[in-house]
């Protein structure tokens, strides 16, 4: 068992989402041939979306028993259930709708007409999260979790030098003062987060560079979020060339 880190590069945005796409159908027929089901955190962003959407193009879709995968996410915009904004209505229309995946393995973050208010949300996230806990835990037994970066370094909703990337004693937190609108989101913490077996970040732009860069030198991650983020097995960055600007050669890896 090993949880280097790893940076693999593709030339453009498209091949980066394709080789996401391949690998992540590939680890999820070996994860339900070990352990019977899977646990799998989405994101959000153009790229996060983008390589659900290849998932879905790809040949190799219906290789995999959707009925015993199970999919989360990592944070959520804390908008109406039917906004455009929302991770879960994006995972949906680029793969969801479209696989036999149960209705109850669909654990979606409460939208803002579901309940009153953000703290309900976060009590109803951290109650589902309890509830499919193999050994009476906080949460599940995640294999997968994907991660975006933002140009700042934050991953799910949790943003640099704010509060929520602090928190160690809750699964689930509220936030209210977003810098990236919309400001309420609801969100995983990073001890969930560090519990996933793989973490995969998935980045690609320019603007994205210097934030890799840094999280891959060791900065704090109170100040770049991403520089904590850590799977329990693997740690793996999926980049396209142009985030890659920063990254130190000798950290480029050929293969995962």
Known sequence: MTNER?????????????SVAARFLTKVVDIIADFGDAHIVLTGGTIGIGSLAAVNESPARDTVDWSKVHFWWGDERFVPKADGDRNEL???????????????????????????????????????????????????????????????????SLFPNLAGI????????????SPKPPPERLSLTRPVINSSERVWLVLAGADKASALGLALAGASYLEVPAAGAKGRRRTVFFVDQDAAAEVPEELIAESY
């Open 6 to 18: 790893r940076v693999l590069v593709h030339p453009n945005k498209q091949a980066l989402a394709a």
């Open 90 to 156: 994006q995972a949906r229309e680029a793969l969801l709708d479209h696989i036999d995946v149960p209705a109850e393995n669909i654990h979606a973050f409460a939208a803002s007409d579901e309940v009153a208010s953000l703290e309900e949300g976060v009590e109803a996230y951290a109650a589902e999260l309890a509830r499919f806990s193999p050994d009476g835990g906080q949460w599940p037994r995640f294999d997968l979790t994907f991660l975006g970066v933002g140009p700042d370094g934050h991953i799910a």
């Open 166 to 177: 602090r928190v160690t004693d809750a699964p689930v937190i509220a936030v209210r003062n």
